[in-house]
């Protein structure tokens, strides 16, 4: 599969500050996804998103699918210390099943 | 409903030894896939099964196998197990063109 490129690789932040993270890739994808994973755990998704240009936003988080189908962004609001953690884009083409391409994640910090 | 199981979640084998994990997906998914996770590679796609049929397999030797039981139940199987073989093995299910839910894993040590 191939590899996503995610960034920024890490990101140190005071609680209340907003925060913006980005995947591309150099091919197509029909589904981006962005996940959140607490150490030991699995990932849990947190925004799915099926169109070019779609917007979605769940609680203080927002992801966009890029009009070119190759990015995307996840934009954290007001960040809380519950944010820390590593988040994850994956792509999904979905046209003969569904594998994904992971990013290597962004780890969050968040510091009261 | 309940959430993606999988079992055990944790495991400590040795070189040359086989392993078999095994994954519940969420009630009514028929689609599993399982992904491997290290600090070097990141997540990394192992394979997904269908109704029984693996559909796509990652670029993972052929030690790495699985299968997928009539009741959407997977099991993986590493045989000759290798130092790098020591991951958090993750098993993610799908209703279909859809999300995929991970489990919370099986994290494998191999000395």
């Known amino acids: 599969g191939q590899q996503l490129n995610q960034s920024p690789q890490s990101m140190f932040i005071q609680e209340g500050e907003d925060v913006s993270m980005n995947c591309t890739s150099s091919?197509?994808?029909?589904?981006w996804l962005w996940y959140k994973q607490d150490p030991g755990e699995g990932p849990v998704l947190l925004i799915a998103?099926?169109?070019?240009?779609e917007l979605t936003s769940n609680g203080r988080l927002t992801a966009q699918f890029g009009i070119t189908r190759k990015d995307s962004f996840l934009n954290i609001s007001a960040s809380i210390p519950s944010d820390v953690g590593i988040y994850f884009c994956?792509?999904?083409?979905?046209?003969?099943?569904?594998?994904?391409?992971f990013g290597k994640g962004t780890s969050l910090l968040v510091t009261p | 409903k309940a959430g993606v199981t999988q079992t055990p979640r944790y495991l400590i084998k040795t070189r040359g030894q086989q392993v078999t994990l095994s994954c519940s997906p969420i009630?009514?998914?028929?689609?599993v896939s399982w992904y491997q996770q290290t600090p070097g590679q990141g997540l990394q796609f192992l394979f997904e099964?269908?109704?029984?049929?693996?559909?796509n397999k990652g670029n993972f030797p052929g030690r790495f196998s699985g299968r997928q039981f009539s009741n959407s139940r997977s099991e993986m199987n590493v045989s000759t197990l290798e130092l790098g073989d020591s991951a958090l093995y993750l098993c993610?299910?799908?209703?279909?063109?859809?999300?995929?839910?991970f489990g919370p894993g099986t994290r494998l040590t191999v000395l």
């Open positions: 091919s197509i994808f029909n589904t």
């Open positions: 994956a792509g999904q083409l979905g046209h003969s099943g569904y594998a994904l391409n």
């Open positions: 993610a299910s799908s209703a279909g063109a859809d999300t995929q839910y």
């Open positions: 998103l099926y169109k070019a240009g």
């Open positions: 009630s009514g998914h028929r689609s």
């Open positions: 099964y269908f109704s029984e049929t693996q559909r």
